[in-house]
T-cell receptor
Framework: EDQVTQSPEALRLQEGESSSLNCSYT??????LFWYRQDPGKGPEFLFT???AGEEKEKERLKATLTKKESFLHITAPKPEDSATYLC???????????FGKGITLSVRP | NAGVTQTPKFRVLKTGQSMTLLCAQD?????MYWYRQDPGMGLRLIHY???????AKGEVPDGYNVSRLKKQNFLLGLESAAPSQTSVYFC?????????FGPGTRLTVT
């Protein structure tokens, strides 16, 4: 059974204080690992897809990395508008379904 | 392009009542999904469809039925609502490996 564990559950940062969010996973043959952002009262918004260990992707202050067991979402010099819940999900090669973690709630104080 | 839309946005049901949630997408995507999101549980897959006329069970299908009569619409039905079905329901459609989510339906069953 595919599993995704995200840590910490919640993270509070000062504006400009860089940090990383962790996503540990077990999957029988990884097709892709996905990061989403979810704002309160809204649906998840796609951020990144990573396909193989060693791959990295960047978007503004966010950088996602992937190893064979975990992924990190690095946030550099965050701003209050980066406050949201960040979701990680994996898709196995054998199916078309995503398995999601419980999410990490990030709060950035000005 | 409206993307993925969901109807209704909010609903309150009494135990035993039935209802249908509608998901519509105008992106011509083959794959569509229904999830529920509960505090501390993350997103869980209810049912999904890989194309018009097809449906398949996800992780938590009991108490729900779905239909995909038209490619652009994916309907989620509750035949006899229970308080355990109180949740936020999200629909998503998929293009290549990216899932696009709707804004959600908040359902309360009393």
């Amino acid at each position: 059974e595919d599993q995704v564990t995200q840590s910490p559950e919640a993270l509070r940062l000062q504006e400009g204080e860089s940090s990383s969010l962790n996503c540990s996973y077990t999957v029988s043959g990884l097709r892709g690992l996905f990061w989403y952002r979810q704002d309160p009262g809204k649906g998840p918004e796609f951020l990144f897809t990573l396909y193989s260990a060693g791959e990295e992707k960047e978007k503004e202050r966010l950088k996602a990395t992937l190893t064979k067991k975990e992924s990190f979402l690095h946030i550099t010099a965050p701003k209050p508008e980066d406050s949201a819940t960040y979701l990680c999900a994996v898709q196995a090669r054998a199916n078309s379904k995503l398995t999601f973690g419980k999410g990490i709630t990030l709060s950035v104080r000005p | 392009n409206a993307g993925v839309t969901q109807t209704p946005k909010f609903r309150v049901l009494k135990t035993g009542q039935s209802m249908t949630l509608l998901c519509a997408q105008d992106m011509n995507h083959e794959y569509m999904y229904w999830y529920r999101q509960d505090p501390g549980m993350g997103l869980r897959l209810i049912h999904y469809s890989v194309g018009e006329g097809t449906t398949a069970k996800g992780e938590v299908p009991d108490g729900y039925n779905v239909s995909r009569l038209k490619k652009q619409n994916f309907l989620l039905g509750l035949e006899s609502a229970a308080p355990s079905q109180t949740s936020v329901y999200f629909c998503a459609s998929r293009y290549q490996n990216e899932q696009y989510f709707g804004p959600g339906t908040r359902l309360t069953v009393t």
